[in-house]
């Protein structure tokens, strides 16, 4: 019997509900974060940032900060590489020279003996700046006398090849008998990790670089940090990269950043370790956002309620540089093209420059954006043909064997599961009390890797000792998530011991295989199944010595509860410790050590924007009660229900864990959370302003699993980590309107705009 076709009751360790491994180890405070690494001789960094959204730096003065007592570096943007650049666009030098873009913008830093020392040297720095004008609207900055952020790109409009046409949208529209078309918007919002940025730089005798860093990608920041050695005239030069505890990522730790690139500059220049670590206010001001957008939509379908074609035009606010937040497009392309059955589909985003702050991957990367249209959408077209939401979606829905308009290919599909688990619940009670509605939307996201690179694979390696225990070493990262869970049931499931007999290793270069980085919700499909093939391996090798010990014949053999038996004869067991050991120890001994690369058989996307970028995708619905005060428009969630889809779920309380922080991330970003930027600078740079959903806002959550094994996954897994977040702000659009009517199509759905509409709607 295989692992996909086996019931959840057959297996000893997956689907169990174990806490998070290193749960104790945090609440006892014993986890080293970034901000607990002290090392020999360490100094402190500091940043200077800019006082102005646009300006030209007339001359940068360092000799009072120099000057004082424990300072031993300063450096600006003279001391910075021209090569240095971050980014794929590579737009944004670490240090800025001659001009600033944005107020986030780094024009000094300083290595001191105290943080207190280095923040005393950065006041002592003295700019002069000559003020330019700024623009901070997308829109008007795409206008042909806008002011220019970039002079050398000639056009505030990035040259990225956002767009796509599948089938014939126009003929599609003719044939509509529905048609609903309208803008929507969304805003800044930041990521909110715990744990604040921060990096330690050292170099050794040879200038090999060791840098201890807050990173989702140890692989490709290992990368980039060569090149920077590279652009400083260190050739052939090691790195190592090291990875404290982090105190979470939701995609804010997906690039390398100018506080990396900076320590390292220090530590070169004084010859010492050098720290860099934020406070809460630079957390909000210095780091990334989710990509604000602005979507236009318009969809159509025939008379029986079957989509007929969905067309759609972005803008996005780029900010000042680019990081990953310009790539969004390519990933709303998928709710875009494939969020239900839809053949004719267009799409043109554009990303902008302005002098706001640059944008970032964010939990659901571009998919919460794009899903708020459509699925505000797919609400107002489903008033208009006359049907319910509900069934107007199960008209429309994903079926497992489709292939989608971007050619994705749907192997296990549960969204009809997902839309009855969610009926269910929402319509127990069908009396409607005034101001109360529900609301729904659906979600796809990719479940099963995402090949952007090329590569999209993680290695593992497993190494077993005499007494049963294995350490694995997995290139995939854990900020949270529970990937060290995952990695240990799957391995203590396929050899037969139990999850305490399995340390997970992820935070080295130095001894953790290559890995593409924590993204795409890709970790349990892709480092599981890397995992599971090295164990693997080691069982085959396992079961072939231990036939030999028990004169048997290795098909016979199992291994559970760290025995290796025969099922139909008791008397012909060992112990699998026992057993390491005689193979340890037999002439000719062996160790038990495997390796494996997974790189699933996906595809990049070509020029069309056509490739099934993922072995599998994710489904789910979510549905939402709320009770709407008339008086005063604030919403009131009342019940909240999010079925996906999961394939197998290995650890059922860490997916409900997932599901649950999503959805409340999700509300966050449906009804308060909001980056307030005035001119391009950060107004509410704190938890007091930024309304971030707390403990106290805590809502009823249900979060059924809904299993459908997917044979591509470790034991029928798919990746859960993002979608739980994709389809809240939409579902409590949709519920607004049914309470009382009003569309609010901006995020963040405030009391201020509830009543606005309100008194719009009853003068």
Not at 149 to 166: A, D, Q
Not at 504 to 532: E, K, M, Q, Y
Not at 589 to 600: E, K, L, R, S, W
Not at 666 to 672: E, H, I, N, V
Request: charged share 25%.
């Amino acid at each position: 019997m295989n692992n996909i076709s086996k019931s959840k009751n057959e297996f000893s360790v997956v689907g169990k509900r174990i806490p998070k491994l290193d749960a104790a180890q945090k609440a006892m405070g014993r986890a080293e974060y970034i901000q607990d690494i002290i090392l020999p001789e360490m100094v402190y960094g500091k940043i200077l940032y800019s006082r102005h959204a646009h300006a030209k730096i007339v001359s940068i003065d360092t000799s009072k900060a120099k000057a004082l007592p424990g300072v031993l570096s300063v450096i600006t943007g003279e001391d910075v590489p021209e090569k240095m650049k971050m980014g794929f666009y590579k737009d944004n030098p670490p240090i800025k020279k001659g001009k600033v873009w944005s107020f986030r913008d780094e024009v000094a830093a300083v290595a001191a003996k105290t943080p207190e020392i280095a923040k005393k040297a950065l006041d002592l720095i003295e700019i002069e700046y000559e003020e330019l004008e700024g623009i901070f609207d997308p829109e008007k900055a795409m206008e042909k006398d806008s002011p220019l952020v970039h002079e050398r790109h000639k056009s505030n409009v990035l040259k990225l090849p956002w767009k796509l046409h599948y089938g014939d949208v126009d003929a599609a529209q003719k044939k509509a008998a529905f048609i609903v078309e309208d803008r929507f918007s969304t805003t800044w919002v930041t990521h909110c990790c715990m744990g604040t940025s921060g990096a330690i730089a050292l170099f050794d005798n040879s200038y090999n670089l060791t840098i201890y860093t807050n990173t989702q990608i140890p692989s490709l920041a290992q990368k980039d940090f060569l090149e920077a050695l590279k652009a400083m005239g260190l050739k052939n030069k090691r790195v190592r990269v090291i990875k404290p505890t982090i105190g979470g990522g939701f995609g804010s730790k997906l690039d390398t950043y100018a506080y990396e690139h900076i320590a390292i500059l220090l530590a070169h220049k004084c010859g010492k370790p050098v720290k860099l670590t934020f406070d809460r206010t630079e957390e909000f001001k210095a780091t990334s956002t989710r990509q604000p957008a602005i979507i236009d939509i318009k969809q159509g379908c025939d008379k029986d309620g079957k989509l007929l074609f969905r067309d759609i035009k972005m803008v996005l606010d780029n900010g000042a540089h680019t990081s990953w937040g310009a790539t969004t497009p390519s990933v709303m392309m998928m709710p875009i093209t494939s969020l239900y059955r839809v053949k004719n589909v267009r799409y043109d985003a554009k990303c902008v420059y302005t002098n706001n702050t640059y944008a970032q991957a964010m939990r659901g990367y571009g998919n919460p954006q794009a899903t708020f249209a459509i699925e505000s959408s797919m609400d107002m077209l489903a008033k208009k043909t006359g049907m319910d939401p509900i069934e107007f979606r199960r008209i429309n829905r994903n079926h497992p064997g489709d292939i989608t308009p971007q050619d994705f290919k749907i192997t296990t599909c549960g969204m009809d599961l997902c839309l009855d688990a969610v009926e269910k619940e929402l319509r127990k009670d069908t009396s409607k009390e005034k101001g109360v509605g529900i609301g729904v939307a659906s979600l796809i996201h990719v479940g099963g890797g995402a090949r952007i690179y090329k590569s999209d694979g993680c290695g593992a390696i497993l190494k077993m000792d005499d007494y049963g225990k294995v350490n694995v070493f997995t290139g995939g990262t854990d900020m949270g998530q529970g990937l060290d869970n995952i990695t240990a049931q799957i391995v203590a499931e396929e050899l037969g011991l139990f999850v305490e007999d399995i340390n997970v290793i992820h935070t080295d270069t130095d001894v953790c295989p290559w890995d593409v980085g924590a993204h795409a919700s890709r970790s349990t499909f892709v480092a599981g199944n890397a995992a599971l093939g090295a164990a693997k391996k080691i069982k085959q090798k396992l079961l072939e010595f231990g036939a030999k010990i028990l004169d048997t014949a290795p098909e016979s053999l199992v291994l559970k509860n760290r025995l290796m038996f025969v099922p139909d004869d008791l008397e012909k067991s060992i112990a699998i410790d026992k057993l390491l050991r005689k193979a340890h120890f037999s002439p000719g001994g062996t160790m038990f050590v495997a390796d494996h690369f997974y790189d699933p058989d996906n595809e990049n996307m070509g020029k069309d924007f056509k490739g099934n970028m993922s072995m599998t995708y994710t489904f789910g619905v979510h549905g939402v009660k709320v009770k709407v005060d008339e008086e005063t428009g604030k919403v009131a969630v009342l019940e909240y229900v999010a079925a996906h889809d999961v394939g197998r779920a290995i650890n059922p309380l860490l997916l409900e864990g997932q599901v649950y922080g999503g959805v409340v991330m999700g509300l966050g970003y449906a009804l308060s959370e909001e980056v307030v930027h005035k001119n391009g600078e950060n107004m509410n740079a704190n938890f007091r302003d930024y309304k971030l959903f707390t403990a106290k806002d805590a809502v009823k959550i249900k979060a059924p699993i809904l299993e459908t094994p997917d044979k591509e996954g470790p034991f029928g897994a798919k990746g859960i980590g993002e979608p739980g977040c994709v389809p809240t702000a939409p579902a409590v659009a949709n519920a607004i309107y049914d309470a009382v009517g009003v569309r609010i199509k901006d995020l963040p759905i405030t009391p201020e705009k509830v009543l606005a509409a309100l008194k719009g709607k009853n003068n």
